[in-house]
């Protein structure tokens, strides 16, 4: 039987992964393991099967109507770079894997995460263009961090 809880948005945390699995429209963050929201919607908890070997209950949120792809920490995508700073660039996510949003999201591109050497030597404005398509990998929900993809 499903239980339903209360509304939840993007970012609100809906457990500890000691306690629950995370389901559709939820992520775990691993640094501090525990479960957050990736849509708006209604937190549910479904009991575990009973021949599942993991008996933890699964945490879920389901909303009024379908949502497209929501970038979760580790989802590649494909965004477009609107503005450039010394320090950092913002890009408009326009893909989460092979699909595209429905909904804006923003990330930010810092100039600590460009390469893995010399990371103060990065010149941002140089590396990056208005209107550039990138490849990057959500690294942070909160802060919404993307990772480059060389190649």
């Known amino acids: 039987m499903e239980k339903s809880d209360e509304m939840v948005t993007p970012g609100e945390v809906l457990g500890r992964a000691t306690e629950l699995k995370a389901g559709k429209g939820a992520y775990v963050a691993s640094q501090n393991n525990t479960i957050y929201a990736s849509l708006t919607g209604f937190r549910r908890i479904q009991p575990p099967p009973p021949d599942s070997p993991d008996q933890r209950p699964t945490v879920e949120v389901t909303g009024h109507k379908a949502h497209g792809p929501v970038p979760e920490p580790g989802s590649v995508v494909i965004a477009r770079v609107t503005k450039v700073m010394a320090r950092t660039a913002s890009a408009d996510i326009m893909c989460v894997g092979p699909k595209s949003v429905r909904e804006k999201f923003t990330g930010i591109i810092r100039q600590q995460d460009v390469r ?33 993809i060389n190649g």
Do not use: N, Q, Y
């Open 116 to 148: 893995a050497t010399e990371m103060d030597k990065v010149d941002m404005h140089s590396s990056f263009h208005p209107g550039d398509i990138v490849r990057a990998v959500v690294f942070s929900w909160r802060c919404a961090g993307l990772l480059p």
